[in-house]
């Protein structure tokens, strides 16, 4: 589903993209600072995604994750979202 809001444009459905390895993952709370959609929750002292469609696939939540527990790949069909200047 194709969602349009302040320039930009997100197709949904684009797969789990991101994900936390619940092993690696010590509960600090890291990604959920620096992410701007609000991707992730905590739920029992681990980072769960909860929603990717207001991804902008910024990637600070992999370069912020010391554990090296957010695993982070590319959306189905290439890219989950374009901005208005391209
Ligand atoms: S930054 Fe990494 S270790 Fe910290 S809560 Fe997020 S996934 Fe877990
Ligand atoms: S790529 Fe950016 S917007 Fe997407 S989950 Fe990570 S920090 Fe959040």
């Not at 690696?24 to 990604?31: Q, T």
């Not at 912020?64 to 989950?80: H, I, M, N, Q, S």
């Amino acid at each position: 589903m194709e969602r349009s809001t302040g320039g930009v444009v997100w197709w949904g459905e684009t797969g789990e993209f991101i994900q936390v390895n619940n092993t690696h993952c010590d509960g600090c709370g890291d990604c959920l600072r620096v992410c701007l959609g609000g991707c992730f929750a905590l739920r029992e002292g681990k980072a769960v995604v909860i929603n990717l469609e207001s991804c902008m696939e910024c990637a600070a939540c992999w370069y912020a994750c010391e554990k090296g527990a957010v695993l982070y790949g590319l959306p189905k069909g290439g890219t989950g979202f374009a901005t208005e200047y391209g």
